[in-house]
């Protein structure tokens, strides 16, 4: 499994989940990898974009408009490497963890399972399947075929409750897989 966090860079309280997540221990026979700061220059200024004022949220090929997705499909390099890392290694289930809307979606209804189990170890509200253009987690299943949920915490802040229920949220989905 893949989980992906700060891909907007003013959403606080994702860096400190995802580097919390590369600290819990993985089952025997899975493969678990996390990607703490997807947009490590936003994450530095504090931006929702990258350093070019792109929403990587907005980049991924699919159902992809000019918006504030940038000049192209995939045009960037964070874009890029995600789709590269997706690419390979064709996770069971990718993880896309943002802030703050307080739900937990499967993008692929196929990942309900998985969605549900993070949502209820959360504490958060499972939605039905959102379908976002140019989004990560809505590429990975309508344009790869590939399980996919979307994680949204409940604030834009840190916080050790923030970070100890994704903590719980990613135990609970390795235990379903
Ligand atoms: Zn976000």
Redesign the pocket.
Known sequence: MLAIAT??GD?RG?APVGVELTTVPVPDGIDAYVVPVANPDGWARGT?HNARGVDL?RNFPWWWWHGDGGPDRASEPETQVLMSLVRRLRPTVTVWI??PYEYVSAVDPRAERWARAWADAAGLALVPPIAQRGGGESWTYHGLGLASILV?GTTREASVGETSAHRRGFEALLATI
């Open positions: 891909v907007h959403e994702v929702r949220n943002h802030q949204e």
